[in-house]
């Protein structure tokens, strides 16, 4: 039997191990997140042995009573396993999102006596009752959700996004895999899983490299990365500037100066569409590359980040420099961009009365 539990798990085993080395040695997740990692990985250990215990106990004919409960884990574990990566990967998701997977496993160990979504037959084969097929409903549920997140979340670059369509693609394929190849899907669920939070995982620091921990924008050396490689393929900058930043600090403490910025890079990255990278490249400078976009499309991602900054309590400066051949410098886009943002900065000031704070 051990020896058996080895020989099934021990792919599975190499990669948990590596990901538990992964995480007890990486300086950029934070306690909380760390902490819902080692979690995780507990869970899909845990969850491999009691799918092994399962079907060994099918394979011997015995213990139908022991193996209910085995099934009713099983099929409560899948969904809390998917709800608990949501928890972990998404950045404001709350307990609560584990409310459904709370009642799906109310509803299979009542099962175990009813037989409303499963029961075994005298000669121990799995029978579906009425609600046979809530488990994959549930997970299917659960999948969605993550993918809508963790797609709302990205930074719309393709580096990000492939790593989502992955995660994606294995959770989808535990859905409909069972139908094509039977349950003995289950004896691999667990790898697949672990494989591709492994893989998210893994790209997912990559891209924490070029992120602002701050804002969750992209950061001054993936700005200037950017500009040196693809100069030709930039026909657009627009800079931002915050105003009153130095008041909010000083008057109110930098945990507010830190929220405001955060509030505004929020908005910019709502207002960007694919194509248009936001990146911070100061203290409280934006700048936002444009790839392929005509002016209009430039006016009106100005347009939707003024909307959203006025709903907020912030002010900022914009300006925009566009090259409609391509053929103006990074350096000359940069400067104009910059220019015409500081003007729209003095007028605001000109006309809100408001002064610059110097302390």
Known sequence: MVKELIMQNWTLNLILIAFLVLVKTNFYLDKKTRKRMYILIASIFLLSIIVFAEFYLEKLRI???????????????????????????????????????????????????????????????LQRGVLGYLPYVGVGFYCCFLVYILFRQENKQAAEIIPTIFLSFVFASGLILPFIIGKDYSKIFCTNVAIALFVYYDFSILQLTKKDTLTGVLNRQAYDSE????????????????????????????????????????????????????????????????????????????????????????????????????????????????????????????????TRYRG
């Open 63 to 125: 213990f139908n009573n022991q193996r209910l409960v085995l099934m009713a884990i099983r099929y409560s574990s899948t969904p809390y396993i998917v709800a608990m990566t949501l928890h972990t990967l998404a950045k404001k998701e709350r307990w609560y999102i584990f409310i459904p997977a709370a009642i799906l496993t109310l509803i299979n160990f009542i099962s175990i006596f009813n037989g409303i979504v499963f029961s075994l037959n005298d000669d121990g084969k």
């Open 227 to 354: 500009i040196k490689d693809n100069q030709k393929d930039i026909n657009a900058l627009v800079s931002i500037d915050m105003n009153g930043l130095k008041e909010i600090n000083d008057k109110k403490g930098h945990a507010a100066g830190d929220k405001a910025l955060a509030t505004l890079a929020l908005c910019m990255l709502k207002a960007t569409k694919p194509g248009q990278l936001v990146y911070r490249v100061g203290g409280d400078e934006f700048m936002i590359i444009c790839w392929k976009s005509t002016e209009d499309d430039v006016k009106r991602l100005i347009e939707r980040i003024e909307k959203r900054v006025a709903r907020t309590e912030y002010y900022c400066a914009i300006g925009y420099s566009y090259s409609a051949d391509g053929t103006k410098k990074i350096s000359e886009m940069q400067e104009e961009a910059d220019g015409a943002m500081y003007t729209q900065k003095d007028n605001f000031y000109s006309s809100s009365g408001k």
